[in-house]
């Protein structure tokens, strides 16, 4: 039996409560209990977080780096968006 | 999100406009930005960043080798048990590697067989033998402390992953090199007997060390290219100076000598000169003639032999479990 047979896993650790978590990387396990025992030991060893999550990296959706321009160029021209548009008169306060 | 499948563009389109898209790539490249798994690459890129970072896994897979070798005989429970973080950090550092090649194409068993079958290079400093307990300590000091000098330029590196996991290693490095500074500290203040022991470690790690930093600028075969697309930063004989330079001083305050008898201040270029590197004895190794290139290889082919068990059940509990939670 091959290495191969063992999928590879994305981690992503909580650093601490309050915080989301966050990608560190990616490691090959048999299944998910032994992705998360072998994530404990090669992400955690100087106390990196509470919480751990391990996801199969096949059941990541993810999209395409060519049509990154089409999917977020249209955000780009709506500065409309952002509160500094928008001019405040001098002496209006709380807005 | 480092899947492989992803990785791989169709041979065609980087025919079609392969020119416009190098421009594109290098123009990326001049302005700093990172290059992430799926986007486009030349092969000659995907190729050197393959050959560098497993190098650089397998390096780390087989230096837990010589120090390995000491976790049984540590002086003390204090030594032993930093000698096997050090060792397990190795481990890890490897792994953060391999993940990072393979977001490149290539699978972990591809990288497992390359090294397994000789291939693969891994460092050639770690074909020497441990023979006493400062080797630890010189280890630690001279082979991280090259490391580490090596690899805070790579945490810039221009591919994603590898800067990424660059930045991890770096981080976790440092207490590598204090250790082995520790065990030579303590050895320099002890008995004739101990300092004559970690001279012996010095002597014969000083010369292997500088090995580590490559060949020569004028015989270094791939780095004008990787300084170009930013996989390199800094010439192989820059750092081998910068590692000179630094770690003299150390061996001063160790009380120890370098055994270069070249070796002296120049102070018209503000860096130390030191003597020629037998870069017969360098090659020689990296063919496979060290003293223990065969012991190395033998001993990852015998872990992966005895493993195999291992990972055949891991998989066939894996199966069960599925199939049972199907069934309930």
Known sequence: MKKEDWPLFEIFIRSRSGLSHRHVGSLHAADASMALDHARDLYTRRGEGVSLWAVESRNIAASDPAESSALFEPAEDKIYRHPTFYEVPEGVENL | MYTQGLDQKPDTEKQVDGTEQLVRFQARIDADEKIEPKDWMPDGYRKTLIRQISQHAHSEIVG??????????APTLRRKAILLAKVQDEAGHGLYLYSATETLGVSRDQLTEQLLTGKAKYSSIFNYPTLSWADIGAIGWLVDGAAIMNQIPLCRCSYGPYARAMVRVCKEESF??????????????????????????????????LMMFGPSDVDSKHSAQSMAWKIKRFSNDELRQKFVDVTVPQAEFLGLTMPDTDLDWNESRGHYDFGEIDWQEFYEVLKGNGPCNRERLAARQSAHDDGAWVRTAAVAYAQKQKRRCQAA
């Open chain 2, 176 to 209: 590598h090199q204090r250790q082995g500074f520790e065990i030579m500290l303590e050895l320099s203040r002890g008995s004739d007997a101990q300092r004559r022991m970690a001279q012996d470690a010095l002597n014969r790690w000083w010369w292997p060390s």
């Open chain 2, 64 to 73: 837990m080798l010589p120090e390995g070798n000491w976790i049984t005989r």
